[in-house]
Protein backbone atom coordinates (compact mmCIF):
# COMPACT_ATOMS: atom_id res chain seq x y z
CA UNK A 1 0.00 0.00 0.00
CA UNK A 2 2.49 2.35 1.03
CA UNK A 3 4.29 1.73 -2.69
CA UNK A 4 1.35 2.42 -4.18
CA UNK A 5 1.02 5.75 -2.35
CA UNK A 6 4.40 6.57 -2.96
CA UNK A 7 4.34 5.59 -6.65
CA UNK A 8 1.37 8.07 -7.12
CA UNK A 9 3.06 10.87 -5.28
CA UNK A 10 6.32 10.00 -7.93
CA UNK A 11 3.57 10.13 -10.82
CA UNK A 12 1.96 13.46 -9.86
CA UNK A 13 5.01 14.52 -9.28
CA UNK A 14 6.13 14.22 -12.54
CA UNK A 15 3.29 15.11 -14.27
CA UNK A 16 3.78 18.12 -12.41
CA UNK A 17 7.37 18.64 -13.64
CA UNK A 18 6.10 18.01 -17.45
CA UNK A 19 2.90 21.06 -17.13
CA UNK A 20 5.69 23.89 -15.86
CA UNK A 21 8.46 22.54 -18.41
CA UNK A 22 6.01 21.75 -21.62
CA UNK A 23 2.88 23.64 -20.50
CA UNK A 24 3.74 26.96 -22.98
CA UNK A 25 4.82 25.16 -25.86
CA UNK A 26 2.23 25.50 -28.73
CA UNK A 27 0.08 27.67 -26.44
CA UNK A 28 -0.61 30.73 -28.31
CA UNK A 29 -2.68 33.92 -26.65
CA UNK A 30 -4.33 36.90 -28.71
CA UNK A 31 -5.95 39.75 -28.39
CA UNK A 32 -8.72 40.87 -30.74
CA UNK A 33 -10.63 44.31 -30.56
CA UNK A 34 -13.67 45.15 -32.90
CA UNK A 35 -12.39 48.39 -33.24
CA UNK A 36 -9.80 50.89 -33.25
CA UNK A 37 -11.66 54.24 -33.08
CA UNK A 38 -14.29 54.73 -29.92
CA UNK A 39 -16.39 58.10 -28.85
CA UNK A 40 -16.13 59.08 -24.72
CA UNK A 41 -18.48 56.57 -22.86
CA UNK A 42 -18.67 53.92 -26.20
CA UNK A 43 -18.57 50.16 -25.59
CA UNK A 44 -16.07 48.46 -27.15
CA UNK A 45 -15.87 44.91 -27.33
CA UNK A 46 -12.63 42.99 -26.39
CA UNK A 47 -11.73 39.18 -27.02
CA UNK A 48 -9.29 37.01 -25.80
CA UNK A 49 -8.33 33.80 -27.64
CA UNK A 50 -6.53 31.36 -26.08
CA UNK A 51 -5.27 28.22 -28.29
CA UNK A 52 -3.80 24.90 -26.72
CA UNK A 53 -2.49 22.88 -29.74
CA UNK A 54 -0.52 20.27 -28.19
CA UNK A 55 -1.71 16.51 -26.62
CA UNK A 56 -1.51 17.45 -23.26
CA UNK A 57 -4.15 19.38 -21.02
CA UNK A 58 -3.34 22.69 -19.67
CA UNK A 59 -4.65 21.94 -16.12
CA UNK A 60 -4.36 25.58 -14.60
CA UNK A 61 -3.99 28.81 -16.64
CA UNK A 62 -4.26 32.04 -15.06
CA UNK A 63 -4.81 35.22 -17.69
CA UNK A 64 -4.28 39.09 -16.35
CA UNK A 65 -4.93 41.76 -18.64
CA UNK A 66 -3.68 45.48 -17.93
CA UNK A 67 -5.39 48.16 -19.15
CA UNK A 68 -4.05 51.84 -19.10
CA UNK A 69 -5.69 54.47 -16.74
CA UNK A 70 -8.59 55.55 -18.57
CA UNK A 71 -10.61 52.80 -19.26
CA UNK A 72 -13.62 51.83 -16.57
CA UNK A 73 -11.75 48.80 -15.55
CA UNK A 74 -7.63 48.03 -14.86
CA UNK A 75 -7.30 44.71 -16.13
CA UNK A 76 -9.34 41.75 -16.33
CA UNK A 77 -8.39 37.76 -14.51
CA UNK A 78 -9.72 34.92 -15.22
CA UNK A 79 -8.71 31.29 -15.10
CA UNK A 80 -8.99 28.40 -17.16
CA UNK A 81 -8.59 24.48 -18.31
CA UNK A 82 -7.84 23.90 -21.54
CA UNK A 83 -8.03 20.30 -23.00
CA UNK A 84 -5.51 18.74 -26.11
CA UNK A 85 -5.90 21.08 -28.66
CA UNK A 86 -8.54 23.21 -27.84
CA UNK A 87 -9.60 26.78 -28.53
CA UNK A 88 -11.00 28.89 -25.76
CA UNK A 89 -12.82 32.79 -26.79
CA UNK A 90 -14.06 34.74 -24.24
CA UNK A 91 -15.59 38.14 -24.73
CA UNK A 92 -16.04 41.48 -22.30
CA UNK A 93 -16.18 45.83 -22.83
CA UNK A 94 -14.47 48.25 -21.79
CA UNK A 95 -15.16 52.01 -21.78
CA UNK A 96 -12.56 54.89 -22.55
CA UNK A 97 -13.56 57.83 -20.01
CA UNK A 98 -10.86 60.28 -21.92
CA UNK A 99 -9.84 61.66 -25.22
CA UNK A 100 -6.75 60.11 -25.67
CA UNK A 101 -4.37 57.43 -27.08
CA UNK A 102 -4.19 53.98 -25.26
CA UNK A 103 -2.14 51.17 -26.00
CA UNK A 104 -2.46 47.87 -24.50
CA UNK A 105 1.29 46.81 -23.88
CA UNK A 106 1.17 43.20 -22.71
CA UNK A 107 -0.93 40.31 -21.10
CA UNK A 108 0.92 38.20 -18.66
CA UNK A 109 0.14 33.96 -18.73
CA UNK A 110 0.29 31.85 -15.31
CA UNK A 111 0.65 28.49 -15.55
CA UNK A 112 0.26 26.19 -12.60
CA UNK A 113 0.18 22.76 -11.66
CA UNK A 114 -2.08 20.24 -10.32
CA UNK A 115 -1.47 21.17 -6.42
CA UNK A 116 -1.25 24.27 -6.91
CA UNK A 117 2.15 25.09 -5.14
CA UNK A 118 4.44 26.29 -7.94
CA UNK A 119 3.63 28.49 -11.04
CA UNK A 120 5.40 29.56 -13.82
CA UNK A 121 4.59 33.10 -15.22
CA UNK A 122 5.14 33.96 -19.17
CA UNK A 123 4.62 37.75 -20.25
CA UNK A 124 2.63 38.30 -23.58
CA UNK A 125 3.27 41.43 -25.78
CA UNK A 126 -0.24 42.70 -27.35
CA UNK A 127 0.74 46.43 -28.41
CA UNK A 128 -2.77 47.13 -29.07
CA UNK A 129 -3.76 50.69 -29.54
CA UNK A 130 -7.17 52.09 -28.83
CA UNK A 131 -8.04 56.06 -29.85
CA UNK A 132 -10.82 57.22 -27.69
CA UNK A 133 -11.98 60.71 -29.91
CA UNK A 134 -12.34 64.33 -28.39
CA UNK A 135 -16.06 64.95 -26.41
CA UNK A 136 -18.53 65.62 -29.65
CA UNK A 137 -19.88 69.21 -28.90
CA UNK A 138 -22.78 71.46 -30.45
CA UNK A 139 -21.16 74.06 -32.56
CA UNK A 140 -23.98 76.12 -32.20
CA UNK A 141 -24.64 76.02 -28.37
CA UNK A 142 -20.83 75.84 -28.15
CA UNK A 143 -19.76 79.39 -28.95
CA UNK A 144 -20.93 83.19 -28.07
CA UNK A 145 -20.62 86.21 -30.68
CA UNK A 146 -18.05 88.89 -29.75
CA UNK A 147 -19.64 91.83 -31.19
CA UNK A 148 -22.81 92.61 -33.35
CA UNK A 149 -21.87 91.55 -36.61
CA UNK A 150 -21.17 87.87 -35.71
CA UNK A 151 -24.15 87.18 -34.60
CA UNK A 152 -24.17 83.78 -37.25
CA UNK A 153 -21.93 80.56 -35.90
CA UNK A 154 -22.41 78.65 -39.45
CA UNK A 155 -19.37 77.92 -41.22
CA UNK A 156 -21.32 78.80 -44.41
CA UNK A 157 -21.01 82.09 -43.22
CA UNK A 158 -17.33 81.94 -42.65
CA UNK A 159 -16.35 81.60 -46.11
CA UNK A 160 -18.69 84.05 -48.35
CA UNK A 161 -22.02 85.95 -47.38
CA UNK A 162 -23.75 83.06 -49.35
CA UNK A 163 -21.48 80.56 -50.74
CA UNK A 164 -24.37 78.37 -51.21
CA UNK A 165 -25.94 77.55 -54.70
CA UNK A 166 -29.39 75.24 -54.68
CA UNK A 167 -28.43 73.13 -57.72
CA UNK A 168 -31.63 71.00 -57.55
CA UNK A 169 -32.97 67.91 -54.54
CA UNK A 170 -32.63 64.66 -54.16
CA UNK A 171 -34.00 62.14 -51.95
CA UNK A 172 -33.68 62.38 -48.34
CA UNK A 173 -31.30 59.61 -47.07
CA UNK A 174 -31.42 59.90 -43.22
CA UNK A 175 -28.05 61.36 -42.98
CA UNK A 176 -28.94 65.11 -43.92
CA UNK A 177 -30.11 67.57 -41.07
CA UNK A 178 -33.93 68.00 -41.13
CA UNK A 179 -33.51 71.75 -42.13
CA UNK A 180 -32.22 70.78 -45.38
CA UNK A 181 -35.72 68.53 -46.10
CA UNK A 182 -37.51 70.73 -48.97
CA UNK A 183 -41.18 70.19 -47.87
CA UNK A 184 -43.10 71.59 -51.00
CA UNK A 185 -41.14 69.03 -53.53
CA UNK A 186 -41.65 66.17 -50.42
CA UNK A 187 -45.42 66.30 -50.93
CA UNK A 188 -45.22 66.72 -54.31
CA UNK A 189 -43.38 63.41 -55.25
CA UNK A 190 -44.91 61.42 -51.60
CA UNK A 191 -40.89 61.08 -50.58
CA UNK A 192 -38.92 63.09 -48.33
CA UNK A 193 -36.83 65.14 -50.53
CA UNK A 194 -33.84 67.75 -49.67
CA UNK A 195 -31.95 70.52 -51.41
CA UNK A 196 -28.63 69.68 -53.18
CA UNK A 197 -26.34 72.17 -52.47
CA UNK A 198 -22.74 73.25 -54.23
CA UNK A 199 -20.22 75.31 -53.12
CA UNK A 200 -17.72 77.33 -55.64
CA UNK A 201 -14.48 74.83 -55.72
CA UNK A 202 -12.35 78.10 -54.89
CA UNK A 203 -14.30 78.15 -50.97
CA UNK A 204 -12.07 76.28 -48.61
CA UNK A 205 -11.21 76.48 -44.96
CA UNK A 206 -7.95 75.64 -42.99
CA UNK A 207 -8.96 74.81 -39.10
CA UNK A 208 -5.75 76.01 -36.91
CA UNK A 209 -5.88 73.95 -33.56
CA UNK A 210 -3.28 75.61 -31.08
CA UNK A 211 -2.55 73.72 -27.74
CA UNK A 212 -0.46 76.45 -25.92
CA UNK A 213 -1.55 78.22 -23.17
CA UNK A 214 1.31 79.52 -21.70
CA UNK A 215 4.82 80.04 -22.56
CA UNK A 216 7.06 77.33 -21.02
CA UNK A 217 6.90 77.31 -17.19
CA UNK A 218 6.70 74.66 -14.30
CA UNK A 219 2.94 75.08 -14.21
CA UNK A 220 0.16 72.40 -14.11
CA UNK A 221 -1.03 71.09 -17.78
CA UNK A 222 -4.40 73.38 -18.31
CA UNK A 223 -6.02 69.79 -19.66
CA UNK A 224 -10.03 71.70 -19.22
CA UNK A 225 -9.44 74.44 -21.86
CA UNK A 226 -7.16 72.20 -24.22
CA UNK A 227 -9.58 69.68 -24.11
CA UNK A 228 -12.23 72.20 -24.81
CA UNK A 229 -10.57 73.82 -27.95
CA UNK A 230 -10.20 70.05 -29.38
CA UNK A 231 -13.54 69.23 -29.16
CA UNK A 232 -14.69 72.70 -30.87
CA UNK A 233 -12.25 71.88 -33.67
CA UNK A 234 -13.91 68.50 -33.93
CA UNK A 235 -17.04 70.36 -34.07
CA UNK A 236 -16.04 72.85 -36.97
CA UNK A 237 -14.78 70.06 -38.80
CA UNK A 238 -17.85 67.78 -38.76
CA UNK A 239 -19.90 71.04 -39.71
CA UNK A 240 -17.46 71.32 -42.72
CA UNK A 241 -18.02 68.51 -44.13
CA UNK A 242 -21.34 68.23 -43.48
CA UNK A 243 -21.69 71.46 -46.08
CA UNK A 244 -19.49 69.73 -47.96
CA UNK A 245 -16.61 72.87 -47.48
CA UNK A 246 -13.24 72.00 -48.76
CA UNK A 247 -11.36 72.08 -45.16
CA UNK A 248 -7.88 71.60 -44.42
CA UNK A 249 -5.89 71.45 -40.91
CA UNK A 250 -2.67 72.72 -38.97
CA UNK A 251 -1.50 72.52 -35.83
CA UNK A 252 1.46 73.27 -33.27
CA UNK A 253 0.63 70.34 -31.65
CA UNK A 254 3.32 67.31 -31.97
CA UNK A 255 3.71 65.25 -34.58
CA UNK A 256 4.22 61.66 -33.09
CA UNK A 257 4.09 60.33 -36.62
CA UNK A 258 6.97 62.69 -38.30
CA UNK A 259 10.49 63.32 -36.74
CA UNK A 260 10.62 66.10 -39.78
CA UNK A 261 7.84 67.84 -39.01
CA UNK A 262 7.03 70.23 -36.35
CA UNK A 263 2.78 70.71 -36.28
CA UNK A 264 0.40 69.14 -38.46
CA UNK A 265 -0.52 71.21 -41.92
CA UNK A 266 -2.68 69.34 -44.36
CA UNK A 267 -4.18 70.74 -47.15
CA UNK A 268 -8.33 70.90 -47.49
CA UNK A 269 -10.37 68.28 -48.89
CA UNK A 270 -13.45 66.32 -48.10
CA UNK A 271 -15.03 62.96 -47.98
CA UNK A 272 -15.60 60.56 -44.58
CA UNK A 273 -11.79 59.18 -44.63
CA UNK A 274 -10.49 63.20 -44.79
CA UNK A 275 -12.86 63.29 -41.74
CA UNK A 276 -11.88 60.29 -39.90
CA UNK A 277 -7.78 61.15 -40.68
CA UNK A 278 -7.81 64.53 -39.09
CA UNK A 279 -10.15 62.93 -35.93
CA UNK A 280 -8.27 60.34 -35.20
CA UNK A 281 -5.09 63.08 -35.32
CA UNK A 282 -7.05 64.75 -32.39
CA UNK A 283 -7.84 61.62 -30.40
CA UNK A 284 -4.25 60.75 -30.58
CA UNK A 285 -2.68 64.27 -29.44
CA UNK A 286 -0.95 64.94 -26.10
CA UNK A 287 0.09 68.06 -24.44
CA UNK A 288 3.54 68.47 -26.66
CA UNK A 289 3.82 71.47 -28.24
CA UNK A 290 5.94 71.14 -31.38
CA UNK A 291 6.60 75.23 -31.78
CA UNK A 292 5.40 78.39 -30.34
CA UNK A 293 2.32 79.04 -31.31
CA UNK A 294 2.79 82.77 -32.85
CA UNK A 295 5.43 80.55 -35.23
CA UNK A 296 2.77 78.60 -36.94
CA UNK A 297 0.34 81.58 -37.46
CA UNK A 298 3.42 83.41 -39.14
CA UNK A 299 4.06 80.00 -41.84
CA UNK A 300 0.64 80.12 -42.06
CA UNK A 301 0.65 83.59 -43.84
CA UNK A 302 3.36 82.91 -46.11
CA UNK A 303 2.15 79.63 -46.77
CA UNK A 304 -1.15 81.67 -49.10
CA UNK A 305 -2.30 78.24 -49.83
CA UNK A 306 -5.48 77.82 -52.18
CA UNK A 307 -8.27 78.52 -49.18
CA UNK A 308 -10.42 81.43 -48.82
CA UNK A 309 -11.02 81.07 -44.82
CA UNK A 310 -8.76 80.74 -41.77
CA UNK A 311 -10.64 79.39 -38.59
CA UNK A 312 -8.12 79.69 -35.42
CA UNK A 313 -9.22 77.70 -32.47
CA UNK A 314 -7.29 78.29 -29.26
CA UNK A 315 -7.86 77.86 -25.41
CA UNK A 316 -6.39 81.44 -24.97
CA UNK A 317 -5.03 84.21 -26.55
CA UNK A 318 -1.59 85.28 -25.75
CA UNK A 319 0.02 88.68 -26.90
CA UNK A 320 2.46 87.37 -28.75
CA UNK A 321 -0.29 85.71 -31.28
CA UNK A 322 -2.23 89.33 -31.79
CA UNK A 323 -0.01 90.79 -34.38
CA UNK A 324 0.86 87.46 -36.14
CA UNK A 325 -2.90 87.17 -36.20
CA UNK A 326 -3.56 90.65 -37.78
CA UNK A 327 -1.50 90.52 -40.09
CA UNK A 328 -2.69 86.41 -41.23
CA UNK A 329 -5.76 88.16 -41.34
CA UNK A 330 -4.47 90.83 -44.42
CA UNK A 331 -3.74 87.30 -46.22
CA UNK A 332 -6.98 85.46 -46.69
CA UNK A 333 -10.60 86.73 -46.95
CA UNK A 334 -11.48 85.39 -43.81
CA UNK A 335 -10.14 85.10 -40.25
CA UNK A 336 -12.24 83.37 -37.50
CA UNK A 337 -10.88 83.17 -34.17
CA UNK A 338 -12.20 80.83 -31.46
CA UNK A 339 -10.94 81.12 -28.05
CA UNK A 340 -12.09 79.26 -24.96
CA UNK A 341 -11.09 81.97 -22.86
CA UNK A 342 -12.43 86.09 -24.01
CA UNK A 343 -9.03 87.81 -23.08
CA UNK A 344 -7.52 89.61 -25.75
CA UNK A 345 -10.04 88.92 -28.04
CA UNK A 346 -11.09 93.20 -28.72
CA UNK A 347 -8.09 93.52 -29.54
CA UNK A 348 -8.03 92.14 -33.29
CA UNK A 349 -8.72 93.79 -36.55
CA UNK A 350 -12.21 94.81 -36.73
CA UNK A 351 -12.78 92.53 -40.15
CA UNK A 352 -11.80 89.49 -38.09
CA UNK A 353 -14.81 86.85 -37.01
CA UNK A 354 -14.66 86.60 -33.34
CA UNK A 355 -16.17 83.99 -30.79
CA UNK A 356 -15.42 82.67 -27.21
CA UNK A 357 -16.63 79.00 -25.92
CA UNK A 358 -19.81 79.14 -23.30
Known amino acids: MVWILIG?????YLI????????FNDLFYRMEIEKSQAEIGEEIQIY?????RKRMTVPFLKINERFPKGFNIWDNRYALFIMPNQRVRRGYKIIGGKRGLYTIEYVYLELGDFIGFKSKRQYMKVNKEIVILPEKVDLYKSLEPIGALNGNISVRRWILDDPLMT????????????????????????NLMV?????TTDNSIIVVLN?????????????????RAISLTRAVMEECENFKIPYGFASNAHNSKSIHERGYFYHPGLGQNHLSSFLEILGRMDYKVDTFFENTLRNMAKRQGHYTTVVIITPRILDTYIEPINILSQTVNRTVIISVEPEHLDDFNDNIIKYRSR
Open 211 to 227: IETMKPSWQPIEEDIIE
Open 48 to 52: SIVEN
Open 167 to 190: IGIREYTGNEPERFIHWPSSIKYN
Open 8 to 12: LIGLT
Open 195 to 199: KNFDF
Open 16 to 23: NKWTLFYG
